[in-house]
């Protein structure tokens, strides 16, 4: 949430009144900023502006036990304000997440979507750093490209 608090606040050409207050209080009484303590701020950085969109990127990477909060308090910015807000959500599908998000829309993406575009992009990459010299010196038997090609794909899940 202090991430979302920064990145809302140099959205406009000065700080936010409240953001400068919170910074001021930090300063004297040291510490960081509580999770109620950035969502009014976030709070009042939403109502500066008529629409926002929150963008989370691989929310499967936080920590299960935490990400209710995270939920809880998207929640609670997309009802409350007074604004228009809307998230965006990119994440592998945990069964906790997956539950949570069932009632909103939706765009599901697979790793397998991805595949033709890393593979044009493995065998250009390949093909490129033999002629260049920068693998093997450029010494590579059609077999052993091959074997490198099969092996990178094979790994490479869709990412």
């Not at 929640?75 to 906790?96: A, H, M, N, Q």
């Not at 093909?127 to 693998?135: A, F, M, N, P, V």
């Amino acid at each position: 949430m202090q991430a979302i608090v920064k990145q809302l606040s140099l959205l406009s050409p000065g700080l936010p009144k409240p953001v400068v207050a919170a910074y001021e209080k930090r300063k004297e009484d040291g510490g960081h900023l509580q999770l109620q303590e950035s969502c009014n701020l976030i709070f009042s950085i939403l109502d500066m502006y008529p629409q926002s969109t929150i963008a989370i990127d691989a929310l499967d990477e936080t920590d299960p036990n935490e990400r209710w909060k995270l939920f809880k308090v998207l929640k609670d910015l997309i009802d409350s304000s007074t604004s228009l807000v809307k998230v965006f959500v990119s994440s592998r599908d945990d069964d906790d997440i997956t539950r949570k998000l069932n009632d909103v829309p939706n765009l599901y993406i697979k790793a397998s979507d991805n595949m033709a575009d890393i593979e044009r992009f493995i065998h250009r990459e390949i093909k490129r750093s033999i002629e260049d010299g920068r693998l093997l010196r450029g010494e590579v038997k059609e077999e052993l490209k091959q074997e490198i090609i099969s092996t990178l794909l094979s790994k490479s899940d869709g990412m």
